[in-house]
């Protein structure tokens, strides 16, 4: 393979991209990171995002503390899944720029990893949209509580959502080294945040807490919000697994840049693994916590008190608890309570909560905004598609993809504009199903094929379980949305087709010629035990044409009742001829629409080299002849 090297962990060679950074001597080296800055951190960063802060209460509040707790174990159980096959593939090989794309097209070839690598790239593009929108809408009530409004709810979005993204594209401008220190002090802010909240949950609460539906650990209320009380057009299991599952998207967030890391095969594994951990036990920990102590509705109006032991009318649990907030219980307009957004009012200092809205929403925004262009720019630099290798130029030391940065930058800003992203959503979720069900299908497939290139250092996986991370991420696409869905796969079907048409010149040896082999040489033998019958006779012809070329009338005439279904050879005594000869003479052939093997036999002179072409004429379609098939199969 032109250009391979091969690690030192004894794994196979992974072509060389051209995207190795200068090994001159007075070059400043390039910034690397270890898996807990470039993979643990980041990851953790992109799954806790807006819905942690602004989604996990109501999910808790519909389906309940055992439902959410089922939803966010499904979701991780499909994560971590997925995560094995990454370090499964990371750990095979040298892994380069390109993250998800790069595992994918060198695991199971340019016709299924060039549709996933566009199609990544987009969605991560408009991940990044979809963040820094979130971010806006924060900012835009927050003005409002204020009194602070630019133009209208609207517009003010579209400003601040613009203006964000522009900030966030110069931080990702300045360098991967002031991006990760952007992304240390999102982290700190995160922690910080988690830390009030869990401090507020303990903190007695007083009239004003209690009047928002806030009452501390108590008993009764766990039991109460144990169970699901479905409300609304999106009161059902599925539609709140479609809400909650967006906030697992992050765990590819390290593996996307991987040309940045300093051992990519210690760190993804390692890092993206106690990334999932982390953010599980967090979830589980604030959806329980969050059910433990807050009623599920309530007014806010602090006269809604009960002032004496008269809960004749009162409706609720909040009655047993000194409170009456029946009537905006019975005309479900209660403002407070479970069913909103209530982190900020159980945490023990309000405005830490909206900065830790703030610190997820930016920094998945920018998480994402590196991420679409590094993957976009590996992808250009296999030339795959035509009219985009222009975004492959890579700039400085980190070889950073300026060009497709711009590119991200102007997809993000279009989207943003919008300020309506709702339908946009489904599909950003279908696209990561789907990468993820290619991730596992890739490690499924190398396991199952036997390639002698598959020998991961990583053991801790199972082609079985990659192969149901597979089944499950097609399920949970059309459960979440059956027409993104089927958009989402007519995409790739149409990109496949493109790359399936052209057929790139590369070989990346793929497990997929890998399966094509198997397959070619176990129907090929087992065609040597089965005897010829009147009905399946198919004409065998040992062609002597010396070099094609030099006789297409005698190819053309034995091709002309061959006909593409039987078995056709040509047979060639070289005495003296370029070692590349073989080669410009197939491609002769294939020109011509002919479907034969060219077979060249070494002798001394013409007629020793006639008499055992035809001496082993037997032996040459009968024990040959399934190899032969079999490479015939790969080219």
Known sequence: MDGASTSDSGSLPVPDMGNEESQDPQEKAPVRFGWIVGVMVRCMLNIWGVILFLRLSWITSQ?????????????????????????????NGRVVSGGAYFMISRTLGPEIGGPIGVVFSFANALACALNTV??????????????????????????????????????SLAGMEWESK??????????????????????????????????????DIFVENLTPDWRGPQ?????????????????????????????????????TLMAIF??????????????ACVVRDASGNKSHILTGNNTDGC?????????????????????????????????????????????????????????????????????????????????????????AYILCY????????????????ALISN?????????????????????????????????????????????????????????????????????????????????????????????????TGVEDHVKNFRPQCLVLTGPPNQRPALVDFVGSFTKHISLMICGDIVMTRPQDATDSLVKWMNKRKVRSFYTPLSADNFRAGAKQLLQVEHGFFFHSFPKMCAESMLV
């Open 63 to 91: 389906a309940g503390i055992v439902l959410t707790c089922v939803i966010i174990l499904m979701s991780v159980v499909v994560t971590n899944v997925t995560a094995l096959s990454i370090s499964a593939i990371a750990t």
């Open 134 to 171: 979130g971010f806006a809408e924060v900012v835009r009530d927050l003005m409002q509580e204020f009194g602070a409004v630019m133009v209208d709810p609207v517009n003010d979005v579209r400003i601040v959502g613009v203006i964000t993204v522009t900030v966030l594209l110069l931080i």
């Open 182 to 219: 952007a992304q240390i002090l999102f982290f700190l802010v995160l922690l910080v945040s988690f830390a009030n909240y869990f401090v507020g949950t303990v903190i007695p609460p007083g009239i004003e807490k209690q009047a928002v539906g806030v009452f501390g650990y108590r008993g």
């Open 235 to 271: 009161g059902s299991f599925f539609q709140m697994f479609a809400i909650f599952f967006p906030a697992a998207i992050g765990i590819l967030s390290g593996a996307n840049i991987s040309g940045d890391l300093k051992d990519p095969a210690t760190a993804i594994p390692k890092g």
């Open 278 to 291: 982390w953010t599980t036990i967090s979830y589980l920990g604030i959806a329980v916590t969050v059910g």
């Open 315 to 403: 409706v609720g649990l909040s009655c047993s608890l000194g409170w009456n907030f029946t009537d905006c219980i019975q005309s479900q307009s209660c403002e407070y309570g479970l069913a909103n957004s209530v982190l900020g009012q159980v945490s023990g200092f309000y405005y830490l909560i909206t900065a830790g809205v703030f610190a997820a929403s930016l920094s998945s925004a920018l998480g994402f905004l590196v991420s679409a262009p590094k993957v976009f720019q590996c992808l250009c630099k296999d030339k795959i598609y035509p009219y985009i290798i222009f975004f492959a130029k890579g700039y400085g030391k980190n070889d950073e993809p300026l060009r």
């Open 410 to 425: 102007l997809i993000a800003i279009a989207f943003i504009l919008i300020a309506e992203l709702n339908t946009i959503a």
């Open 431 to 527: 696209f990561f199903l789907c990468s993820y069900c290619l991730i596992n299908f890739s490690c499924f497939h190398a396991s199952i094929t036997n390639s002698p290139g598959w020998r991961p250092s990583f053991h801790y996986y199972s082609k079985w379980t990659a192969l149901f991370g597979a089944v499950i991420s097609v399920v949970l696409m059309f459960l979440f949305t059956w027409w993104a869905a089927l958009v989402t796969f007519c995409i790739i079907f149409f990109l496949f087709g493109y790359v399936n048409y052209n057929k790139p010149k590369i070989n990346w040896g793929s497990s997929v010629q890998a399966g094509t082999y198997n397959m070619a040489l176990s129907y090929s033998v087992s065609l």
